[in-house]
T-cell receptor, first 119, second 110 residues
């Protein structure tokens, strides 16, 4: 998973607390994604970005916000954490292609994951 | 939206045997089907993919088959080895996202 770094790797929060997950890449890829992985549910897309300064909603965006102020960083924020947000979060990136993750069917490179527990 | 179902959820095989994981998808417009392998404590990595204009693709011990009419695709691993033990995810690409299956935990017994 060289090239995609997530911090922190583990975090425990109390309900109502806020936090930010950082995804940093050194592969100069345009597209960045945040997924959550829950038992028996696979990977679900939260938000994504097709380039610096852009963000868009994925399948399960509620309760999360994102920002892509720099091309190499994609931040995922939880303003008021809830137990339902206990999950493993994965950042992914992919290379250039046609605009939008739909047309960009290139390989996804994943980070190693961030395990978040909300009590 | 797209819906991807993956079976089985767990699979245990003896080293050297073959393993097959199956996925079905709901939207006939999906046109790209990757398979990802996730080892313990790591992010997923692409192991093979197939596009809708191809029926089968092979890469050494790994193969993927696609039946567009039936809307299902399968991952075949032959001569399994202990290092094949991992969670495998299928996915289907449609419009603006990859939709992933729920994963299969493959255990290869030495």
């Amino acid at each position: 998973n060289a090239g995609v770094t997530q911090t922190p790797k583990f975090r425990v929060l109390k309900t109502g607390q806020s936090m930010t997950l950082l995804c940093a890449q050194d592969m100069n890829h345009e597209y960045m994604y945040w997924y959550r992985q829950d038992p028996g549910m696979g990977l679900r897309l939260i938000h994504y970005s097709v380039g610096e300064g852009t963000t868009a909603k994925g399948e399960v965006p509620d309760g999360y916000n994102v920002s892509r102020l720099k091309k190499q960083n994609f931040l995922l924020g939880l303003e008021s954490a809830a137990p339902s947000q206990t999950s493993v979060y994965f950042c992914a990136i992919s290379g250039p292609g046609l605009a939008g993750p739909a047309a960009n069917t290139g390989e996804l490179f994943f980070g190693e994951g961030s395990r978040l527990t909300v009590l | 939206g797209e819906n991807v179902e993956q079976h089985p959820s767990t699979l245990s095989v003896q080293e050297g045997d073959s393993a097959v994981i199956k996925c079905t998808y709901s939207d006939s417009a999906s046109n790209y089907f990757p398979w990802y392998k996730q080892e313990l404590g790591k992010g997923s990595q692409l192991i093979i993919d197939i596009r809708s204009n191809v029926g089968e693709k092979k890469d050494q011990r790994i193969a993927v088959t696609l039946n567009k009419t039936a809307k299902h695709f399968s991952l075949h691993i032959t001569e399994t080895q202990p290092e094949d033990s991992a969670v495998y995810f299928c996915a289907a690409h449609f419009r603006r996202a990859l939709t992933f299956g729920s994963g299969t935990r493959l255990q290869v017994q030495p």
